[in-house]
């Protein structure tokens, strides 16, 4: 069963590599003084970017400590609906971040890098949806 759970595992993995890059972006910005960044980090924590980061953040563990119980037994119970959860609230901010992002004024290759961070989150989300109800069908008893 926990391979059926592989792929959000994937969406997890992915999860945390873009939205820690996210904060490290923050603190590498030569274009910031020490200052600046303490700054614009905590204003980014309290406008948003801090909590859909811990959002997301919070998704991802709770989906690795699913598919660490599955390896040990069956899958959880819930496990489908987390996972479907997780990939909805992706499919989501990434739809509504992807049109800011293009609409804003913003260079193409900044554009371009978003679109693809959000194909590639919003892919794994559709397939660790799909493969999470699959493993929750599976849990399901075979009515005689």
């Known amino acids: 069963m926990e391979r059926r759970l592989r792929p959000a595992l994937a969406l997890s993995v992915w999860t945390f590599f873009v939205w820690t890059t996210r904060i490290r972006n923050i603190w590498t910005d030569d274009s910031l003084s020490t200052a600046d960044q303490v700054a614009v980090a905590g204003l980014l924590a309290l406008i948003g970017v801090g909590l859909l980061a811990l959002a997301f953040t919070a998704f991802a563990a709770a989906t690795v400590v699913v598919w660490l119980r599955a390896r040990r037994q069956a899958t959880p119970s819930g496990a489908?609906?987390?996972?479907?959860?997780?990939?909805?609230?992706?499919?989501?901010?990434?739809?509504?971040?992807?049109?800011?992002?293009?609409?804003?004024?913003?260079?193409?290759?900044?554009?371009?890098?978003?679109?693809?961070?959000?194909?590639?989150?919003?892919?794994?989300?559709?397939w660790a949806a799909r493969s999470a109800h699959t493993a929750d069908r599976d849990r399901q008893p075979v009515a005689a």
């Open 80 to 126: 489908g609906a987390l996972v479907g959860a997780f990939a909805v609230f992706t499919t989501g901010v990434w739809l509504v971040r992807g049109v800011q992002i293009a609409l804003a004024d913003h260079e193409a290759a900044f554009v371009a890098v978003h679109t693809v961070l959000a194909i590639a989150s919003i892919a794994l989300a559709v």
